[in-house]
């Protein structure tokens, strides 16, 4: 079998699925949505946290594959060896594990058609809309939100409306995605935004979009996406919607993160529908359009890569330079893709997360 990157796939097979779970035993749950679909959901708590992490994924991938690492062999940079796909998530020495330490609570989500969560009619990597999955994220954000207003009220003996109407009551949120996943974090912002009542509940804190799927600048330059490839992709997706002509994407830089994408079992084979490749391009005009209504307030970590092959890193300078926003911050990378809590080098973004949090996250005395 060939991998995308387009060398041959090895695989070591596991004569039995392991006792002992590698993943980190996450606290697994799922909801439906305003549509019934089932989306799944997983937590890695800490006790007395300092705040909460609230993380989407991108495209054709899921919440574990980006941020937890894989049980796999690195041959070198063109190749990975499959140890156990049954076990295949591995929290030690993971981004999670390392947000544990710092007294972080990481909560993720499978978006609806993504990993384990159903999709809209039945299908994978389809969607009816893009804002769906927005509307799915705030609605995990404020499920979050309850539960924690219902273990203080259990603590502190205090009224459950007190502690829904007193954000001071509630730890601070940080909401964090990659790729489709970091338009998705900044897309809520926006419809917060529009509903300053629901932002300020909420009480996120901050917002964290690797390398997001923010503009499509480049892509539109060249003749042939403007006058051929982007008209025909909305056309399809009105008129074909789950038709599977997208193109898979290929990573180059660093050959054996296909390897990784292909061994993860969870992880649709087949290319995202027409209909969702046309949402991605509404979900980046949205994005652009509504930029007045992210909160001026709202701290935002920009990370993306110059060499970047999916999301191109000029349309995220671009976007940054343009947000009026007093407490936003750009870390730029020269030598990473697009995977950036997988590739090599992912400990050096990871660090400056961690520093940035530090600085954003109010000292415990101060959110009683």
């Not at 993720?108 to 299908?123: A, F, N, P, Y």
Request: net charge positive; with cysteine.
């Amino acid at each position: 079998m060939k991998s995308q990157g387009g060398g041959k796939i090895s695989r070591k097979s596991s004569t039995a699925s392991s006792s002992t779970r590698l993943d980190g035993n996450p606290k697994l749950d799922s909801f439906h949505n305003k549509d019934g679909l089932s989306l799944k959901t997983y937590a890695w708590t800490v006790k007395n946290p300092v705040g909460i992490i609230i993380a989407c994924h991108g495209m054709n991938s899921h919440v574990r594959l980006e941020y937890l690492r894989h049980n796999v062999e690195v041959v070198n940079n063109n190749k990975a060896i499959l140890k156990d796909a049954d076990n295949y998530y591995i929290y030690k020495n993971s981004w999670i594990e390392e947000f544990n330490k710092n007294g972080y609570s990481f909560y993720g989500i499978d978006l609806q058609s993504h990993g384990q969560s159903e999709g809209w009619k039945g299908l994978r990597t389809h969607i009816r809309q893009f804002d769906d999955i927005v509307y799915d994220f705030i609605q995990y954000i404020n499920r979050i939100h309850d539960m924690l207003c219902l273990t203080n009220k259990k603590d502190n003996n205090s009224s459950l409306h007190d502690n829904i109407n007193n954000n001071n009551n509630i730890l601070p949120f940080y909401i964090m995605g990659l790729s489709m996943g970091g338009n998705v974090v900044l897309r809520t912002l926006q419809i917060l935004g529009k509903s300053k009542d629901n932002n300020n509940k909420l009480n996120i804190r901050g917002c964290i979009p690797l390398a997001g799927m923010i503009s499509i600048d480049e892509l539109a330059t060249k003749p042939s996406y403007k006058y051929f490839y982007i008209p025909l992709a909305k056309f399809l997706g009105s008129f074909f919607p789950s038709l599977r002509l997208t193109p898979g994407l290929r990573f180059n830089m660093f050959p054996h993160m296909n390897d990784i994408m292909e061994f993860d079992k969870f992880k649709f084979k087949k290319h995202v529908t027409c209909k969702l490749g046309c949402e991605l391009l509404n979900a980046i005009n949205n994005l652009n359009n509504d930029m007045d209504y992210i909160p001026e307030n709202t701290p935002i970590l920009f990370a993306h890569s110059k060499k970047d092959s999916v999301c191109f890193y000029g349309g995220t300078l671009k976007f940054y330079n343009k947000l009026k926003c007093y407490k936003k911050e750009l870390y730029t990378l020269d030598d990473m893709d697009h995977l950036l809590p997988m590739e090599p080098g992912n400990e050096r973004i990871l660090k400056k997360i961690l520093t940035w949090l530090a600085v954003h996250t109010p000292k415990q005395e101060e959110q009683v």
